[in-house]
């Protein structure tokens, strides 16, 4: 059973970068396409970017200018960097990876449990 | 971007009902849809995928149809435990984009 978890500080500074990082137990991180999704309070879901296993990345172009995210196979994990980050940042972010069957991808079928990042002074 | 729309925002229902989520695409996305439930607080959990395949361990009382830019999730006998928010998302796509979410709420 595969499980997703997602770590990194609850409070930034306007301005700073924000650090997450998603650890995948119960599976291989290869294989697979794994997301950044976010939610601000009260509201909907925002997806963020892709890296796929083997480094290929596909962000929001909302957000493009401003995100990174990579990947550590020998550690199965996987990270967001966000930069620049205004109170407009705040939200729970969540990781997820792509369903996969044989050759072929669909939706997020496994995601963390989210973790909340304030951005505030 | 391609905008997705849900109708209705907020729909009352009782134990027992049939309920149907409608989600518009601003443009063709074939089956590439999806539906999430979301709970409090919880991570969203996928329902379906493909417009009408059902997640494994899903219940048999959630359902899927459309193509194209009109989509429909049903749920049938409304369960104590189906009262959450309900997402569609396109992935036919990047960006994948979300509809704005439809809160199934007790009458």
């Known amino acids: 059973q595969v499980q997703l978890e997602e770590s990194g500080p609850g409070l930034v500074k306007p301005s700073e970068t924000l650090s997450l990082t998603c650890t995948v137990s119960?599976?291989?991180?290869?294989?697979?396409?794994w997301s950044w999704i976010r939610q601000p309070p009260g509201k909907g879901l925002e997806w963020i970017g892709y890296?796929?296993?083997?480094?290929?990345?596909n962000y929001n172009p909302s957000l493009e200018s401003r995100v990174t995210i990579s990947g550590d196979t020998s550690k199965n994990q996987f990270s967001l960097k966000l930069s620049s980050v205004t109170a407009a940042d705040t939200a729970v972010y969540y990781c997820?990876?792509?369903?996969?069957?044989?050759?072929?991808?669909?939706?997020?079928?496994?995601w963390g449990q989210g973790t909340t990042v304030t951005v505030s002074s | 971007d391609i905008q997705m729309t849900q109708s209705p925002s907020t729909l009352s229902a009782s134990v027992g009902d049939r309920v149907t989520i409608t989600c518009r695409a601003s443009?063709?996305?074939?089956?590439?849809l999806a539906w999430y439930q979301q709970k409090p607080g919880k991570a969203p959990e996928l329902l379906i995928y493909?417009?009408?395949s059902l997640e494994s361990g899903v219940s048999s009382r959630f359902s899927g149809s459309g193509s194209g830019t009109e989509f429909t999730l049903s749920i049938t006998s409304l369960q104590p435990d189906d009262f959450a928010t309900y997402y569609c998302?396109?992935?036919?796509?990047?960006?994948?984009?979300f509809g704005q979410g439809t809160k199934v709420e007790v009458k």
């Open positions: 997820a990876r792509r369903k996969r069957v044989g050759a072929y991808y669909y939706a997020m079928d496994v």
């Open positions: 119960g599976g291989s991180i290869s294989g697979y396409y």
């Open positions: 890296i796929y296993y083997s480094g290929t990345t």
């Open positions: 443009q063709s996305i074939s089956g590439w």
């Open positions: 493909d417009a009408s």
């Open positions: 998302q396109q992935y036919r796509n990047y960006p994948w984009t």
